[in-house]
């Protein structure tokens, strides 16, 4: 069984810093991109950032560019989202999700985690 597991939300002040990891189990994913999405209440879900668990193709949305790091761990078969210089409106439910394209799109993914609630305070 397919597992994505995210961790690292929390509270933090405007310019602060958070590191949301994703934990993946159940198959081999060395085939497969991993991406990151948000869903603010009222908002539709959007893209965030991209990787290919082989390396390779990293993507981010034009609002997180330069701010935030896609990375994974190899040996602990973790997808990192390292965020710098956050703002309020980067404020949403951040969600883990693996498929075969390295896609803004959320509709090519198959698998997805629970979500981690990031709240930046101004």
């Known amino acids: 069984q397919v597992q994505l597991v995210e961790s690292g939300g929390g509270l933090v002040q405007a310019g602060g810093s958070l590191r949301l990891s994703c934990a993946a189990s159940?198959?081999?994913?060395?085939?497969?991109?991993m991406g990151w999405f948000r869903q603010s209440p009222g908002k539709e879900r959007e893209f965030v950032a991209v990787i290919r668990w082989s390396g390779g193709s990293i993507y981010y949305a034009d609002s997180v560019k330069g701010r935030f790091t896609i990375s994974r761990d190899y040996a602990k078969n973790t997808v990192l989202l390292q965020m710098n210089s956050l703002k309020p409106e980067d404020t949403a439910v951040y969600y883990c999700?693996?498929?075969?394209?390295?896609?803004?799109?959320?509709?090519?993914?198959?698998?997805w985690g629970q979500g981690t609630q990031v709240t930046v305070s101004s």
């Open positions: 159940g198959r081999t994913f060395s085939t497969y991109a």
């Open positions: 999700a693996a498929g075969p394209l390295a896609s803004t799109h959320d509709g090519s993914y198959d698998y």
